[in-house]
Nanobody, 119 residues
Framework: QVQLVESGGGLVQAGGSLRLSCLAS????????MAWFRQAPGKERAFVAR????????SYADSVKGRFTISRDNAKNTVYLQMNSLKPEDTAVYYC????????????WGQGTQVTVSS
């Protein structure tokens, strides 16, 4: 049974930082490309960042570029999202997701962790 479990969310003031973690189990983690998405109230889920299976290649949404960093530790089956210079518009539920290739859809999703940024 595949599980993705996010943690690290919380309430932070604008300009602050948080680091999200996503622990994966039940899959060969090093074979999966990982990503973070977020969904704000009343909005559709949106892409935030992704990383390839080795951790060498990353990609970011324009809205977070330069502020957020995605990374992974294959020895710990964990993907991270370091979020700096947080803004109120970053408030959302953050989800991690896993897929096997760039051509496939994200097959596995976590339950999400709430991030709230106060002004």
């Amino acid at each position: 049974q595949v599980q993705l479990v996010e943690s690290g969310g919380g309430l932070v003031q604008a300009g602050g930082s948080l680091r999200l973690s996503c622990l994966a189990s039940g899959l060969t983690f090093s074979s999966y490309r990982m990503a973070w998405f977020r969904q704000a109230p009343g909005k559709e889920r949106a892409f935030v960042a992704r990383v390839d299976s080795s951790g060498d290649t990353t990609s970011y949404a324009d809205s977070v570029k330069g502020r957020f960093t995605i990374s992974r530790d294959n020895a710990k089956n964990t993907v991270y999202l370091q979020m700096n210079s947080l803004k109120p518009e970053d408030t959302a539920v953050y989800y991690c997701a896993a897929r096997t290739s760039l051509l496939s859809s994200y097959r596995y999703w976590g339950q999400g962790t709430q991030v709230t940024v106060s002004s």
